[in-house]
């Protein structure tokens, strides 16, 4: 069966510069094959196990070379204290995330449109380095949920339904990953794109942290647009709620500095949570290129 079309959000050329570099975890999951990430069922503790096809980029001492001289093609040796990467992609659709956007017909600004780049080329990276990936939609319910999968065709699904994502006026978060927590089974991987503004923060990090008790590894990548940490200029703007609060016709400095100090207060609290419950924080400004992230990111992880 053919893989589903490609989205808007998959630029392959752009992908090309991010050809040699893997995604990595930073503690010992669980998986479900040999692969190339650190397990904690351990088993013969290094003892071979099998062989898998070498993967462009990866290291020449894994290869097998008496095999690649005997037989001409590239193998990699696996061990059973090794397996594959089950990542879910947790993404934010509240309201909040349209935040941005430049009008119907133009989208490109808004941090729900970043997301979908960046996700989407992240779920490439993974699938690439032979790691299954999942998907989650997240408001004040669980809108939709994918079960990580690795091949061609699960992976254009994962990224199609990323390009349908529609947000909902919502500013509750906690009792969706709830849900999502109680649907999954293994452990593994989830990365959680939000921009956290919620009135339930505490309570979605108190359901972040049944992940982290799984020992399942949890990434938090901090949605921020630039207009959002400091106000625009000019002498008087009218903000309109994008979760239904209405509107206020106010001058931006007359808040200016008050705005700016509950803002960064509110991130410093985001950050905070997500470190003391054991989760990789990661703050990303929508004005620096979705490549640039990921790259970033990529090498961070790598060590």
Same mark, same amino acid.
């Given at each position: ?5 490609? %989205?808007?959000? +998959?630029?392959?050329? /752009? ?5 040699? @570099? $893997? &995604?990595?975890? =930073? ?55 090794? %397996?594959?990467? +089950?990542?879910?992609? /947790? ?5 909040? @995330? $349209? &935040?941005?956007? =430049? ?69 509750? @978060? ?130």
């Amino acid at each position: 069966m053919s893989a589903a079309p490609q %989205t808007r959000f +998959l630029d392959l050329r /752009a992908l090309a510069s991010l050809e040699r @570099m $893997r &995604f990595a975890t =930073r503690h010992r999951i669980e998986g479900t094959y040999s692969g190339r990430h650190s397990s904690r069922q351990l088993g013969g503790a290094g003892e071979f196990v099998d062989y898998r096809e070498y993967s462009q980029g990866e290291d020449l001492r894994r290869l097998d070379w008496k095999v690649f001289a005997r037989t001409g093609k590239a193998y990699v040796r696996l061990y059973q204290d090794e %397996t594959n990467l +089950l990542c879910t992609l /947790a993404i934010d659709a509240s309201g909040s @995330m $349209r &935040f941005g956007e =430049r009008g119907e017909r133009d989208s490109t600004g808004s941090k729900l449109e970043y997301v979908q780049f960046l996700a989407t080329a992240l779920s490439h990276v993974i699938s690439r380095g032979q790691d299954q990936v999942g998907l989650a939609v997240i408001t004040d319910e669980l809108h939709e949920v994918v079960p990580p999968g690795g091949t061609p065709t699960h992976v254009a699904h994962v990224q199609n339904r990323i390009a349908k994502i529609v947000t909902k006026p919502t500013t509750r @978060m906690a009792e969706a990953l709830q849900r999502l927590f109680e649907q999954t089974r293994d452990r593994g991987m989830l990365l959680l794109a939000s921009d956290f503004l919620v009135d339930d923060l505490e309570e979605v990090f108190a359901a972040v942290r049944l992940f982290r008790h799984r020992q399942s590894e949890v990434v938090i990548l901090h949605l921020v647009h630039p207009n959002e940490e400091r106000l625009p200029d000019g002498a008087a703007y009218q903000f309109t709620g994008l979760e239904d609060e209405g509107r206020v016709d106010c001058s931006p400095d007359e808040i200016r500095s008050l705005y700016r100090e509950r803002f960064e207060a509110h991130a410093a609290k985001v950050r905070t949570l997500a470190l003391s419950n054991g989760c990789d924080y990661r703050r990303v400004s929508t004005a620096v290129p979705y490549l640039q992230t990921l790259s970033g990111f990529l090498v961070e992880r790598s060590g």
